[in-house]
């Protein structure tokens, strides 16, 4: 960058003061801060700082040489915020402490951009690319009559650079930057220029550093036909794809960069992808202890595995107890299909207690996720899930004799995120559609399902969010037709309806409380935080599960609650009341509910 004067004028100005003071043995600096924004008085005593560290023990005539280095320093750390033409007075004096510089500012015109030049060579300026050109002028960031500040400056080039950079050319280089000042009239001239280089396609796929996992693996994430063009973000998302498995530590993508410069010479070439990768651990065991209102103590333990007899296969296996279930799992993930969607398959065996109706299940199932967006450049995504379970369930209630239930379910279900943070939301919604079919298989009756639930956050003030949220259900098919365990509705306890027992409310038989056709829920919270990571809430939720809607009885419960922000989520504790039962309960959860 080059900076040229051609005449410099100084307006008088009287300013009022603030002092810093330094160490014994320096000059104690006043500094007039008239006039001054925070960011430029900041920039002035950084400035005047680095110098002021140098005049301890001087003798006089350094002292002097250092007195003309500070003011220089200021009128310097002027500049950087477009002030070309400041007249800048250092008055010398003393007190009983030793020297003091009082340091008076007139900062006269900040100076405006008055033309702007933005060139462009390489590949880039053939007639294919005019329209892409065009843009990248007009998206400039320091246009003509804005404030020149040098930061402005600076960031303007970078992004012009990584805009070029962003799409065909990977050795795009700035080659040619420049700022005329003019102080008498307070403007200046900007120049800059961009070598694209030439137009760059992917080549042959480079990896390095694998040990164990096959190089298979890495190839279903990164996909593409040699000859493609380049663009970044392509390559960014198969790092990040790469990052977010269990089988590497770490990942870099990147194009291999031809040595010399006669490749700046060509219109076209073709460069390797290269992948770098550090593998992680081939087997872990975790292990969790947790508390809730709903269940007590948990333990869960889990082991997994990042390559099955040679295949990049994830194998998980584990175990969780509390005081109402158990569980133990045994899951094989698949790698990526080219949709970016991920199969697993799986056997469990579970037992639960609650409300009354004791459940051990046997299952085999197959699950197919996929997360994706529609528009690259919204924050709107989607997950979907496809599922097909074979479970038998045997099925005990009280004062009811025990029966099997061999049952086969499809499930479908689309979860739209539309948020600003997805662990700690305060602006956006959560819509979720869940679709299920099912057949039992002694039988033959068929049964079906359709769900959804929907949250809205609205963010008030600083830090201050109000959201509500609604949830409704029906189970399709006979009214004899029995249905698993999971595919009815039962509701209540955190997360649905507070001041209530944990699935309280569903289908009476006998003395158990067991899955009904009908949920209906809604829910209102206003969440107030006392800083960033402390608050309390308001809420309340109505709703309940019953044969049909008509049969509901709406359950209200309503209270106040305690919020700490964690990484995975707020953590909430609330104290609610239960109109119906008339009871007060405490209920604890962390996360979103979605």
Same mark, same amino acid.
């Given at each position: 960058?080059?900076?040229?004067?051609?005449?410099?004028?100084?307006?008088?100005?009287?300013?009022?003061?603030?002092?810093?003071?330094?160490?014994?043995?320096?000059?104690?600096?006043?500094?007039?801060?008239?006039?001054?924004?925070?960011e430029v008085l900041k920039s002035v005593d950084a400035g005047i700082s680095a110098v002021v560290r140098l005049?301890?023990?001087?003798?006089?005539?350094?002292?002097?040489?250092?007195?003309?280095?500070?003011?220089?320093?200021?009128?310097?750390?002027?500049?950087?915020?477009?002030?070309?033409?400041?007249?800048?007075?250092?008055?010398?004096?003393?007190?009983?402490?030793?020297?003091?510089?009082?340091?008076?500012?007139?900062?006269?015109?900040?100076?405006?951009?008055?033309?702007?030049?933005?060139?462009?060579?390489?590949?880039?300026?053939?007639?294919?690319?005019?329209?892409?050109?065009?843009?990248?002028?007009?998206?400039?960031?320091?246009?003509?009559?804005?404030?020149?500040?040098?930061?402005?400056?600076?960031?303007?080039?970078?992004?012009?650079?990584?805009?070029?950079?962003?799409?065909?050319?990977?050795?795009?280089?700035?080659?040619?930057?420049?700022?005329?000042?003019?102080?008498?009239?307070?403007?200046?001239?900007?120049?800059?220029?961009?070598?694209?280089?030439?137009?760059?396609?992917?080549?042959?796929?480079?990896?390095?550093?694998?040990?164990?996992?096959?190089?298979?693996?890495?190839?279903?994430?990164?996909?593409?036909?040699?000859?493609?063009?380049?663009?970044?973000?392509?390559?960014?998302?198969?790092?990040?794809?790469?990052?977010?498995?269990?089988?590497?530590?770490?990942?870099?993508?990147?194009?291999?960069t031809p040595e010399g410069s006669g490749v700046y010479d060509l219109e076209q070439v073709e460069l390797p992808?290269?992948?770098?990768?550090?593998?992680?651990?081939?087997?872990?065991?975790?292990?969790?202890?947790?508390?809730?209102?709903?269940?007590?103590?948990?333990?869960?333990?889990?082991?997994?595995?990042?390559?099955?007899?040679?295949?990049?296969?994830?194998?998980?296996?584990?175990?969780?107890?509390?005081?109402?279930?158990?569980?133990?799992?045994?899951?094989?993930?698949?790698?990526?299909?080219?949709?970016?969607?991920?199969?697993?398959? /799986? !056997?469990?065996?579970? =037992?639960?207690? +609650?409300?009354? $109706?004791?459940?051990? &299940? *046997?299952? @085999?199932?197959?699950?197919?996720?996929?997360?994706?967006?529609?528009?690259?450049?919204?924050?709107?995504?989607?997950?979907?899930?496809? /599922? !097909?379970?074979?479970? =038998?369930?045997? +099925?005990?209630? $009280?004062?009811?004799? &025990? *029966?099997? @239930?061999?049952?086969?379910?499809?499930?479908?279900?689309?979860?739209?995120?539309?948020?600003?943070?997805?662990?700690?939301?305060?602006? /956006?919604?959560?819509?979720?559609?869940?679709?299920?079919?099912?057949?039992?298989?002694?039988?033959?009756?068929?049964?079906?399902?359709?769900?959804?639930?929907?949250?809205?956050?609205?963010?008030?003030?600083?830090?201050?969010?109000?959201?509500?949220?609604?949830?409704?259900?029906?189970?399709?098919?006979?009214?004899?037709?029995?249905?698993?365990?999971?595919?009815?509705?039962?509701?209540?306890?955190?997360?649905?309806?507070?001041?209530?027992?944990?699935?309280?409310?569903?289908?009476?038989?006998?003395?158990?409380?067991?899955?009904?056709?009908?949920?209906?829920?809604?829910?209102?919270?206003?969440?107030?935080?006392?800083?960033?990571?402390?608050?309390?809430?308001?809420?309340?939720?109505?709703?309940?599960?019953?044969?049909?809607?008509?049969?509901?009885?709406?359950?209200?419960?309503?209270?106040?609650?305690?919020?700490?922000?964690?990484?995975?989520?707020?953590?909430?504790?609330?104290?609610?009341?239960?109109?119906?039962?008339?009871?007060?309960?405490?209920?604890?959860?962390?996360?979103?509910?979605?």
């Amino acid at each position: 960058m080059h900076f040229s004067a051609r005449h410099v004028i100084f307006l008088p100005l009287i300013l009022s003061a603030t002092s810093m003071a330094f160490a014994a043995g320096k000059p104690e600096v006043v500094v007039d801060p008239s006039g001054l924004s925070p960011e430029v008085l900041k920039s002035v005593d950084a400035g005047i700082s680095a110098v002021v560290r140098l005049a301890d023990d001087q003798d006089g005539g350094e002292a002097e040489r250092i007195r003309s280095r500070g003011r220089d320093a200021v009128i310097s750390a002027l500049a950087t915020h477009g002030y070309f033409a400041p007249k800048v007075t250092l008055e010398v004096g003393e007190d009983v402490a030793g020297e003091t510089w009082d340091i008076y500012i007139e900062l006269g015109k900040v100076a405006k951009v008055a033309s702007v030049e933005n060139r462009f060579a390489g590949s880039i300026a053939g007639a294919q690319y005019a329209q892409r050109v065009d843009a990248l002028k007009k998206n400039w960031g320091l246009p003509v009559g804005a404030d020149f500040i040098n930061a402005r400056w600076s960031a303007s080039k970078s992004t012009l650079l990584d805009d070029v950079m962003d799409r065909d050319f990977y050795l795009a280089r700035m080659t040619h930057s420049q700022a005329v000042v003019n102080p008498e009239t307070a403007t200046v001239d900007t120049v800059t220029e961009v070598n694209s280089g030439p137009a760059v396609t992917l080549g042959n796929i480079e990896v390095i550093g694998l040990r164990r996992v096959p190089e298979s693996l890495v190839r279903r994430y990164i996909r593409y036909k040699p000859g493609d063009p380049y663009v970044q973000d392509q390559l960014d998302d198969w790092q990040q794809a790469l990052q977010s498995t269990n089988f590497f530590r770490g990942a870099f993508v990147s194009l291999k960069t031809p040595e010399g410069s006669g490749v700046y010479d060509l219109e076209q070439v073709e460069l390797p992808v290269s992948v770098r990768v550090t593998e992680g651990p081939s087997r872990s065991i975790a292990g969790s202890l947790g508390v809730d209102d709903i269940s007590g103590i948990r333990i869960e333990g889990l082991y997994t595995q990042n390559v099955v007899w040679g295949l990049p296969v994830i194998m998980e296996t584990g175990a969780g107890f509390d005081f109402k279930s158990q569980r133990a799992f045994l899951d094989f993930t698949l790698p990526p299909n080219y949709d970016g969607s991920r199969d697993s398959f /799986g !056997v469990m065996a579970r =037992h639960s207690d +609650i409300q009354n $109706e004791d459940v051990t &299940r *046997f299952g @085999l199932g197959w699950k197919r996720k996929r997360e994706f967006k529609l528009d690259p450049e919204s924050r709107v995504n989607y997950e979907s899930n496809w /599922g !097909v379970l074979l479970a =038998h369930d045997s +099925i005990k209630r $009280e004062n009811e004799a &025990r *029966f099997s @239930l061999p049952t086969m379910v499809g499930t479908w279900d689309l979860l739209r995120r539309d948020l600003n943070d997805r662990y700690d939301p305060r602006e /956006g919604n959560l819509i979720a559609l869940g679709l299920g079919a099912g057949m039992t298989l002694n039988k033959q009756q068929t049964f079906g399902r359709v769900g959804l639930r929907v949250q809205q956050w609205w963010p008030v003030g600083k830090r201050d969010v109000f959201t509500l949220r609604a949830e409704a259900g029906q189970v399709l098919g006979s009214k004899n037709t029995p249905i698993p365990d999971d595919f009815g509705y039962r509701t209540g306890g955190p997360r649905s309806i507070r001041g209530y027992k944990y699935n309280e409310f569903g289908r009476d038989t006998g003395n158990a409380i067991v899955g009904t056709r009908s949920l209906a829920v809604v829910g209102a919270q206003y969440m107030h935080y006392f800083d960033d990571r402390f608050g309390m809430s308001v809420f309340v939720d109505a709703g309940d599960a019953a044969p049909s809607f008509r049969d509901m009885k709406i359950a209200l419960g309503y209270g106040v609650g305690a919020i700490v922000k964690t990484p995975a989520g707020p953590l909430s504790l609330d104290l609610a009341w239960g109109q119906r039962d008339r009871k007060l309960r405490l209920h604890f959860s962390l996360g979103v509910a979605f």
